[in-house]
C-alpha cells in the first residue's frame, strides 16, 4: 500500500524550498495594490457619470478608454497574484472549483510569461490609442503631446510587441527541446 508521506528534508534544502514563503507579502501587497485600482476605476467611473451630459464624444472615449486601461491592469494583477502564486509558492487547490479560471489549471512560469506580455501589450495599445484620439494639436502652442513623444510611445509599444513574440518563439523552442522524441515508425 503507497503511501503519501512528504520527503524529509535536511536543513538547508528546507531553508530554500521555505524561502518561496518569502513572496507571500508581495503577493498582499500587490491585492493592496488592486484596491488601489478599484478605488480610482470607481472614482473615474464617477466623474464619467456626473459629466456625462457636458462631456464630448472624444471626452467620453477618452475616459471609457481609461477605465478600460484600469480594468486590464486589475486583469494583470490577478494574472502575478494567482497565478505567481500557484506557480512559485504554493498551490491554491481550485481543482472542481467553479470559479477556477480557466488558464490556471494549465499555468506555469512560461504560460504566466506570455499571458503577462500579452497583457502589457494590451495595456500599452491602450495608452497608444488614448494618444491618438488625444493628440489635437500635435506639437503646437499648448500641446499635451509632442511628435517626439508619440513617436516614443509608438516606439516602446513595438518593443513590447517583438518582445512578446520573442518570449513566445523561445518558450515554443523550450517546449519542442523537452518533448520526448517520438519513436520510429517501423
Given at each position: 500500500?503507497?503511501?503519501?508521506?512528504?520527503?524529509?528534508?535536511?536543513?538547508?534544502?528546507y531553508l530554500?524550498?521555505?524561502?518561496?514563503?518569502?513572496?507571500?507579502?508581495?503577493?498582499?501587497?500587490?491585492?493592496?495594490?488592486?484596491?488601489?485600482?478599484?478605488?480610482?476605476?470607481?472614482?473615474?467611473?464617477?466623474?464619467?457619470?456626473h459629466g456625462?451630459?457636458?462631456?464630448?464624444?472624444?471626452?467620453?472615449?477618452?475616459?471609457?478608454?481609461?477605465?478600460?486601461?484600469?480594468?486590464?491592469?486589475?486583469?494583470?494583477?490577478?494574472?502575478?497574484?494567482?497565478?505567481?502564486?500557484?506557480?512559485?509558492?504554493?498551490?491554491?487547490?481550485?481543482?472542481?472549483?467553479?470559479?477556477?479560471?480557466?488558464?490556471l489549471s494549465?499555468?506555469?512560469?512560461?504560460?504566466?510569461?506570455?499571458?503577462?506580455?500579452?497583457?502589457?501589450?494590451?495595456?500599452?495599445?491602450?495608452?497608444?490609442?488614448?494618444?491618438?484620439?488625444?493628440?489635437?494639436?500635435?506639437?503646437?502652442?499648448?500641446?499635451?503631446?509632442?511628435?517626439?513623444?508619440?513617436?516614443?510611445?509608438?516606439?516602446?509599444?513595438?518593443?513590447?510587441?517583438?518582445?512578446?513574440?520573442?518570449?513566445?518563439?523561445?518558450?515554443?523552442?523550450?517546449?519542442?527541446?523537452?518533448?520526448?522524441?517520438?519513436?520510429?515508425?517501423?
Open positions: 500500500m503507497p503511501t503519501s508521506q512528504t520527503p524529509r528534508l535536511g536543513p538547508l534544502p530554500i524550498f521555505s524561502s518561496r514563503w518569502l513572496q507571500l507579502p508581495l503577493y498582499l501587497g500587490l491585492i493592496v495594490a488592486q484596491g488601489v485600482y478599484v478605488f480610482l476605476f470607481m472614482k473615474e467611473l464617477w466623474h464619467l457619470i456625462a451630459a457636458s462631456f464630448s464624444e472624444q471626452d467620453i472615449m477618452l475616459l471609457v478608454l481609461g477605465l478600460i486601461d484600469v480594468v486590464m491592469i486589475s486583469n494583470l494583477l490577478v494574472m502575478v497574484i494567482v497565478g505567481g502564486y500557484e506557480t512559485f509558492v504554493s498551490r491554491l487547490n481550485l481543482q472542481g472549483h467553479p470559479d477556477q479560471p480557466e488558464w494549465h499555468v506555469n512560469a512560461s504560460v504566466l510569461k506570455v499571458k503577462l506580455a500579452m497583457a502589457i501589450i494590451g495595456i500599452s495599445s491602450i495608452h497608444l490609442l488614448k494618444t491618438f484620439i488625444a493628440i489635437g494639436n500635435l506639437g503646437g502652442e499648448g500641446a499635451t503631446y509632442t511628435t517626439e513623444g508619440v513617436m516614443w510611445q509608438t516606439i516602446i509599444h513595438c518593443v513590447f510587441i517583438l518582445s512578446a513574440i520573442g518570449i513566445a518563439y523561445t518558450d515554443r523552442l523550450m517546449a519542442q527541446v523537452t518533448k520526448p522524441a517520438k519513436p520510429a515508425a517501423h
